[in-house]
Structure formats: C-alpha cells, structure tokens
C-alpha cells in the first residue's frame, strides 16, 4: 500500500491523504487549505474519477471543503463517514459555496469598476454542493464496513465535534493485514457536550494530528472562571463582547457554559446574540443527533430553547445590522472563527476600536488570517477594506478548543501497545517537529513529519 500527503502535511489546513494498492485509490478527508498562501483552485494531484471511495473524519471545512470540487472533477465513488457529519457537511458546503458566489461576485463587480474585463468564478457553487450530497454513505461508530480485496475500516469516536471520527483501515499486505488509524481531529477530553475521545490499543501505522502538539491548554475550570471575568469587566466598561467563534462545535459549546453560568448566578442575565446562520443551523443538526451527545447534553435544547440566557439567533442582514447598534451589555458570536469573512467581520469594524469593548478568542488561529494578527497584538488591521485600530481588550482562553493538547495528544498515541510507526500531520511546521521529538523521547516510536507530496510504503 501506497501513502501519499495531499495536505495539511507541515501545516495545520488543507487534510487529504491518498491510499492506494491492489489497484483500489482511496481518500482520506478532502479540506479546503485556509490562511495565508491558501491554494484551492488547482487540479487535485490525482484523478478524482479514479478514486473509489473518499472516507471523511469530521465536518470541518479544512477537512470536507473541497468535496464539491472533487465531485465537479468527476468523483463519482462514496464519501462514507458518519450519519451526524453527513448532516453537519451538508450545511457547511452550501454555506462554503455561498460564500464564494458571493466573494467572486463581489470580486468580478470591483474589476468592472475598475474597467478591467475580468470574471472570477467560485470554487464551487450551491448546485456542485447539491451534486455532491447524493454520494454520501453515513456509518455508526463501531460498524465495520468492507470494500472487498481484503479492505475494511471503521469509524471510532474522536470527542472533536459532533460525529468526529478517526478512521481505522485494515488492508491486506500478504500474507499480513495491517491496520492504520488517522485520528482525524482528537478532540479535548471532557467536553460538555460530546464524548471523550476514544484511545485504541492496536495499529501498524497512525497518521495523527498535531495542532496544539507543543502547548498545554489551561483547564476547564480556569478558562470558565477566565470567561466569566472578561464578560464581567467589559459590561463594566459599558462595552460589548465579540467572540469570533466556529458555527460547528464551539458554538454549541459556549452556548451551554454561558447558559450555566447565568444559571448559576456566576454571570448576570444577558443578552447572547448569536448572528450566524450556520451556526444556527449546526445547533439544529445538533440536536436532531442526541445519540451523539453527553447524556447531560441533552440538556442543551433547553439551553436553546431560553433556559437562562436570553439568546437571539440572528438569521436576516437586517437583524445581524441591528446588532451594530448595541453599545454595551452584548456577548456576540459570529463566525467565521479565525474572523477570516463572515458576520464577525462587522462585529470586528464596530468593537475593535472601543476600548471598553473585548474580543475573547477560543479558537486555533491559523498563521496569516486576521485573527491570528489581532492575536499577535497588531495595533491596526484591516476589516472590511477599513483600517481599523485595535483598541479592545483582546482575550485568548485556550481552555474552550475543540482540540487535545500537547498532553492529551501523547496519552491518545500512548495507548497503542504495538508500537506504530506515526505520521504527525496537521499542525504548523515547528509544532509537528516539536511534537515529534516528544513522541521520539517519551514513547520511542519510529516517526514521520511528512512534506506535501512525499509518498510511503506501508
Ligand atoms: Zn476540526
């Protein structure tokens, strides 16, 4: 068998893996590259038509977002993943090719104004989505699917978000089989709302990530009683509270530790505004799959339904506009998350120059997008083609990330008693080195950090 890095190898977007032997090709994850230097346009380094099935870890768009390109290119195998990420991709691919009609629209009209005759195109469009959808397989937890010519794999809970799964594939390396595990995004363990994730004891070869491979999140609690002051000292300072927050699975999240918060008496009654369609949406997938959730989670359509916050979800322009008048007393989450487009690009050009405003980030920042700037402490930056100066306070509370750290990430990979050989994927350069080093030290695997492009035997 035959492994090649498509993506997220050295970097922390852009995850796709190429599988082939016995003459079978297949994909793991198809994600959109995001941040600086982001190439998604080009042809895929294989030919899409000759791929026989695309096996997906999670919904997040790094991992799912070029999917409609891979069917417009002639993909016409199955995407097999799980019944909740079939639901939750659904979403999130319209709201992707939304975005891009919407952002070459705008580009194409600006050239003309310019009297340059230049028409750009969408990745993708809402109707490439809508050819795609009809390919998906959904699988549970824990059922063995098989392909034939000795292939067969299986999806085990990853506790990233909703229905987030490393995937496991045994192969047939005569006269052995073999088994290798992408562990896809591992998620933090105690989530409120999802599982932990789940630890394997065997495998040949692990293909793992390694986002927060060199850090060490705060705990739970810290970042709970952390949230709490921010909240608390910018109503204090008669300002508002932006989060930029991801539609999928920190949403739904914060949604519910604000709730019990209120509830609790920790934080007053507020207003919440969650002004992202998407997110607003994701909720619903949310609860539509309480077979996924915490047995306690379930308690989050009460949260939905007003238990203790007074929660507005915004779905018109007109109501997201609305918001920009609001001077104080507001916690507003709007993706997108790395505050690269979306709704929170307004909250950003309205809040970030008040003083008495914060911006509380609790999510990854990639390298080049505009939330990694402001987190890097830019006096300026750019919103909206606005020069705005940032005078909010700016938070970074760790503790809330969907992802296992540096910690976690080494007790996940420790509980293979077969000593596999590891491939670190999915995190910035330093940090896959320095993670590898680690594992070399501690658990004294054979290790990999691959480059784009390189290829294994296995
Ligand atoms: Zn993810």
Known sequence: ??????????????????????????????????????????????????????????????????????????????????????????IMLYDSAHIQEKDTEWKTKKALRQGKEQVFEPLYTTKDVEAAIPFFVKKRYGETGHLGKGFKYVFVDAGHILGSGSFVLWYQD?????????????????????ADPEHMTAADYVVMESTYGNRMHKGMKESIDELVEA?????????????????????????????GLVRDGRLPLMDVYVDSPLANEATRVYLSHSEYLEEDAEKL????????????????????????????????MAGSGMCEGGRVA??????LWRSECSIVFTGFQARGTLGRRIVDGASHVHVLGEEIAVKARVYTINGFSAHADQKELLGWLSSFESKPEVFIVHGEENVALDFEKLVQERLGLKTHVPHKGDEFDI
């Open 231 to 259: 909240i608390k000292v910018t109503f204090k300072r008669g300002g508002n509270v932006v989060m930029p927050t991801f539609a999928v699975g920190r949403t739904q999240d914060l949604l519910y530790i604000l709730n």
């Open 301 to 332: 359509s009460a949260v939905v339904r007003g238990d203790a916050l007074r929660l507005h979800f915004t779905a018109s322009v007109e109501e997201s506009q609305a918001i920009n008048r609001i001077r104080s007393g507001a916690v507003i």
């Open 346 to 351: 307004h909250h950003l050009k309205h809040n």
């Open 174 to 194: 005569s006269p052995a089989e073999k088994k290798i595990v992408f562990s896809g995004d591992i998620g933090k363990e105690g989530n409120p709302i999802i």
């Open 1 to 90: 068998m035959k492994l090649r890095f498509l993506g997220a190898a050295r970097q922390v977007t852009g995850s796709c893996y190429l599988l082939s032997a016995n003459g079978v090709q297949l994909l793991v994850d198809c994600g959109m590259q995001q941040g600086e230097g982001a190439e998604n346009g080009g042809s895929f380094p294989f030919r899409p038509s000759e791929i026989s099935c695309l096996f997906l870890t999670h919904a997040h768009i790094d991992h799912s977002g070029l999917i409609p390109k891979l069917v417009k290119d002639g993909f016409n195998g199955q995407i097999i993943t799980t019944g909740a990420t079939a639901d939750l991709v659904e």
